[in-house]
């Protein structure tokens, strides 16, 4: 892989951000019952990104690598990126490489499809850079290849708001202090700020990207299907081709 537009820029992240967290979390982060429907969102996803045994696929915001390590099993030519060493420690054997987003260190055209899915990272970056993140990974991407990001739904978090959490209406992020367990079940508590979107946001960063977006469907973990946008779900699935 080779350094993209930018390279690690002066602006790119070091994982400090995420690094505690990460590291307190380790394999239990894998533990987590959002985790559990790994398996059905890739049986969703391959057909929807017209997927072939064989090919290349980016997965970007890998965390642990649970999407990365299912599409390896089927069959995929995967790498995962994450800006956090220690998840990629937990991630285990396979193609890893420690990365800002914003800043993807591959040729352009490289992969038949990039995925970023809402658990994994994208809108963690709480409103710094997400445009970024979607226009790289188009570059990343060949001609004709395939995109799906997945993001937290605004309307889902103001709806279901609660104690603790608050909601800034001017950037769309949410504020919460979640507990996190570590692989032993000691409990810390993290401040985590995630960006919140509309269909219609994820559909102007997907065109400002230069990409085609094919369509917006909501989704929740391990409830991947063709729906509609709705309140009920709390995230957006966008699937785009370049």
Known sequence: MTAGPGGSGPAALTGREFEPLASHAGAAYLRYSFT???EQEIRFLVPALGLAPGMRVLDVGCGPGRHARALAAAGFEVVGVDVSEAFLRAAGPGRWVRADARWLPCAPGRF???ISLCQGGFGLLGGH????VVAE???SVKKGGRVAISGFSAYFAVRHLEEGETFDAATGVNHERAE???PEGRTAAFDLWTTCFTPRELRLM???AGLTVRAVWSVGPGAYAEREPDLDHPEFLVVASV
């Open 36 to 38: 559990r429907g790994t």
């Open 112 to 114: 038949d499809a990039a």
């Open 129 to 132: 850079g997400d445009a970024a």
């Open 137 to 139: 990974m188009a570059r």
């Open 180 to 182: 996190v367990r570590d």
């Open 206 to 208: 997907a065109d400002g």
